[in-house]
């Protein structure tokens, strides 16, 4: 069901975005050769819990920890583990927070490194990806706008869009509607309106074949051909002045 958020609401979704961005950033410093998932989700839950929030994908339908590590191969939902990250690796971090009692969500995929031209540039594709993704969001324009555009960009890289997965609205849960596709589904969707707030997520696979599997833990989303993903997003309020990017 939809529903709109209402000026307050979004006051506090900024204030709370602000912080899980910075949170982010902070874990994102962490990310390095030798250091863990498990470390990075044990720093992210302490400074969660120190802004005076609750990490909220711990315990989300039985998800074990408070961040996301998703590497290489791994599109999203990644278990933490105590493999230590290697030079090379693309490692994707995603973090949701719940903030006085509403919830953001934000990740990115970070490089350790050198990688090569071509991971850089899947990264550098997602990422715009997203800020393409943003720029569609005006009240009276359609959610299907969203994947048109990053159907468009992505189309000439010959990434696979990941079309099993979705963004989402978010704000009063962890997950709300609308579903908010990385592709164009064929026809206009949900009509953009003031107070909508979603988070949006591109995720792409370099190999160009847009199909998933999941791994035996039951929780890694790894691209079925086994290439290398990049993950990226951000919660965003609809407000007839325009977009704001909560989580910047």
């Known amino acids: ?8 609401e979004i006051k506090t979704l900024r204030e709370g975005g602000k912080i899980l961005g910075k949170i982010l950033r902070q874990i994102a410093e962490d990310v390095k050769v030798g250091n863990t998932g498990k470390q990075l989700t044990a720093k992210a839950e302490e400074l969660i819990k120190k802004a005076g929030g609750t990490p909220s994908f711990k315990n989300y339908h039985g998800f074990p920890d408070a961040l996301c590590v998703s590497i290489n191969d791994a599109v999203v939902h990644g278990i933490p583990t105590d493999k230590p990250f290697k030079e090379g690796d ?6 949701g927070m719940k ?21 850089k540039e899947l990264l550098d594709v997602t990422k715009k990806s997203l800020n393409i993704a943003i720029k569609q ?17 992505v189309k000439p890289y010959k990434y696979g869009i990941v079309r099993d997965l979705a963004g989402h609205g978010v704000g ?13 589904p064929g026809k206009k969707s949900v009509k953009i309106y003031d107070g909508m707030v979603i988070a949006i997520e591109p995720m792409l696979i370099m190999g160009g074949d847009w199909r998933i599997k999941i791994k035996d833990n039951k929780w890694d989303v790894l691209s079925k051909d086994g290439s290398l993903t990049a ?9 007839k002045d325009g977009p704001i990017i909560l989580t910047e």
């Open 231 to 239: 993950h990226f997003e951000h919660s965003i309020a609809i407000t």
């Open 172 to 184: 009063r849960q962890v997950h709300e509607d609308p579903s908010v596709p990385n592709y164009y």
């Open 137 to 153: 969001l005006k009240v009276g324009g359609y959610i299907s706008d969203i994947g048109k555009a990053i159907e468009e960009l």
């Open 90 to 95: 693309l490692v994707g971090i995603d973090l």
């Open 99 to 119: 903030y006085k009692g509403l919830y953001t969500d934000t990740a990115m995929t970070v490089p350790i490194g050198e990688i090569s031209a071509e991971a």
């Open 1 to 8: 069901m939809l529903d709109k958020k209402t000026s307050e």
